[in-house]
């Protein structure tokens, strides 16, 4: 711990020494706002940030603070790369309404249209989904993400296995937010524009907004030397991880910007669909996208940052929801160790892009609220420490839950079979394969690329993961269970409830012939 804060100490110095030295040198336009982000930065452990405020047509700030990298002086300005993560999810419902506007397609075309081998769990809804569902969260399923987070499977394979994905609820019932829904959406507009969706949207969003150092590629970083590294908290302390790739679900939550190139964005959509005089969505599309087409119950997360919320609805690539009496249009973004917000208040003609590049942190959100106080006149407020305060009890309540797991383990149990009985390959049609080896008197179990790591014994024939030191924080878990005979059947993990994986039987050794499955068990 000693070692932790001196880290962070001279984190600290040099935060205030860089801040000064910036390329472009701004000065915040509210009072006492560049000591303000300073000091969260400090109380949330955040290495660095960078915000744009834009105001009509204006870039009013774009400011970096705090470092690329802890432990290295190098600081962040606001050319600096960052993953937007799902903030991202609005620019394929661009494209789209970009098609549509062009009456290349029309939002409530079914998706099968388009994508004729597309399969749901569900044949009805199959043939009941449209563009429109693709893009507001209401496909009926929810979650299925470990199908594409760390897994080898491309764009293609993704959308294939998404018909193995259950059904939550019915179709259009209620808010599940759905990021294979997108990736759906982003091979719509490859099938219709003839282009994919990383070459459509350099084209046509990227260059003509002149965003230049936009990517959608972590592959794409390699160009530029001004790229902030990832962060996340593991095991009590602040830790660079590695990049994630999300070339496989890319329209859902790829793109790496900075906020200058991010602030364009806001320029566009502040504008109509017009930027610097030029058209490039209709205002009927702009405020289609920024049309409330999904409820979300009042216990959303918004809720939490703002109790005064009243209502939190999508629209199509949009989060809306209403602060002090206007209407925001806002999307946050996630992905491993870093954290984005890009809001607007349309009426207001303002807008804002947060970008950090530490994980799960709501310092972002807390800064939004800062930023419309300061610009709507309100009362000052410190948004940060009162959702400082709610992030610290929901951490104490995870810890109240592992706690309580730990208090139902039952002590002193063994498992059922010697240890390399549960060795083997077992597989579902949603995830794919599931490896686990016997090495060393030791489990270890693998799926994809992401989660390899030893299974320690829990109780009876339940063990824990124990994945290498990364920015998924989750308790892992795998449960065996036996067929009749007595033999390993399936491994279920917690992480993907209600998705059992079947154990494939070893093929013939040689010289054994045709014995039975129960004959090899036992050979």
């Known amino acids: 711990m000693k070692l932790q804060r001196n880290i962070w100490l001279v ?22 706002f560049d000591d303000y982000v300073n000091r969260t930065l400090r109380d949330w452990k955040v290495p660095g940030l960078a915000i744009a405020i834009i105001k009509g047509d204006q870039i009013e700030l774009a400011k970096g603070y705090g470092v690329r990298k802890l432990g290295d002086p190098t600081p962040v300005n606001e050319r600096t790369l960052f993953a937007i993560g799902s903030t991202s999810k609005a620019f394929p419902a661009a494209l789209i309404a970009m098609l549509v506007d062009e009456g290349k397609l029309k939002w409530d075309d079914p998706a099968t249209r388009y994508l004729p081998g597309f399969e749901m769990y569900d044949p009805y809804v199959t043939r009941e989904l449209t563009v429109r569902d693709l893009l507001s969260h209401r496909s009926g399923q929810e979650g ?8 080898e499977y491309d764009r293609d394979e993704v959308l294939r296995r998404a018909r193995h994905l259950k059904p939550t609820r019915s179709l259009r019932s209620r808010f599940g937010y759905q990021n294979v829904m997108y990736l759906a959406a982003g091979q719509i507009i490859a099938k219709v524009s003839g282009k994919s969706w990383d070459e459509f949207i350099r084209q046509r969003i990227f260059a003509p907004l002149d965003m230049t150092a936009s990517n959608t590629s972590i592959r794409d970083l390699t160009k530029s030397d001004n790229v902030a590294s990832p962060h996340a908290e593991i095991d009590d302390q602040v830790k660079v991880v590695p990049w994630r790739s999300l070339d496989n679900i890319a329209p859902a939550g790829s793109i790496n910007s900075n906020v200058v190139d991010v602030a364009q964005w806001v320029r566009l959509q502040l504008g109509q669909g017009t930027y610097q005089n ?22 959303s997360p918004f809720s939490l940052w703002y109790p005064e919320i009243h209502f939190v609805n999508y629209g199509l690539g949009w989060f809306l929801s209403d602060y002090r009496g206007r209407k925001v249009v806002e999307h946050v973004g996630a992905i491993d160790g870093m954290r984005a917000q890009v809001a607007l208040i349309p009426e207001e ?15 972002p959100a807390a800064l939004t609220y800062k930023i419309f106080d300061a610009y709507l006149g309100a ?4 948004w940060s420490a009162e959702m400082l305060k709610t992030e610290k009890s929901l951490v104490e309540q995870n810890e109240a839950a ?8 039952v002590k002193n149990t063994k498992p059922t079979h010697t240890l390399e009985k549960y060795a083997g390959t077992y597989q579902n049609d949603l995830y794919g394969e599931v490896k686990v080896t016997h090495e060393n008197g030791k489990l270890n179990l693998r799926f994809g690329s992401a989660f390899t790591g030893e299974l320690e014994h829990w109780h009876y024939n339940t063990f824990r993961a124990l994945f290498s030191p990364n920015a998924f924080d989750a308790n892992a878990y795998a449960t065996f269970s036996l067929n009749p005979q007595g033999r390993m059947e399936n491994v279920t993990l917690n992480l993907m409830p209600g998705y059992p994986f079947k154990r494939v039987p070893e093929p013939a050794a040689a010289g054994v012939g045709s014995l039975s499955e129960e004959e090899l068990w036992n050979h």
């Not at 009362?379 to 410190?382: G, I, Q």
Request: glycine share 10%.
């Open 11 to 32: 984190t600290l110095v040099l935060i205030t020494l860089t801040n000064g030295q910036l390329a472009r040198a701004q000065e915040a336009p509210i009072s006492g």
């Open 144 to 151: 299925g993400d470990f199908l594409w987070y760390g897994t």
């Open 278 to 299: 030029r058209r490039l969505i209709s205002p009927g599309a702009i405020k289609e996208m920024q049309t409330s087409q999904t409820v979300m119950r009042a216990e």
């Open 349 to 363: 003609k303002l807008g804002l892009v947060i970008l950090a590049n530490r994980g799960g942190s709501t310092l």
């Open 379 to 382: 009362p000052p407020r410190d």
């Open 402 to 409: 592992e706690k309580k797991l730990e208090a139902e383990r």
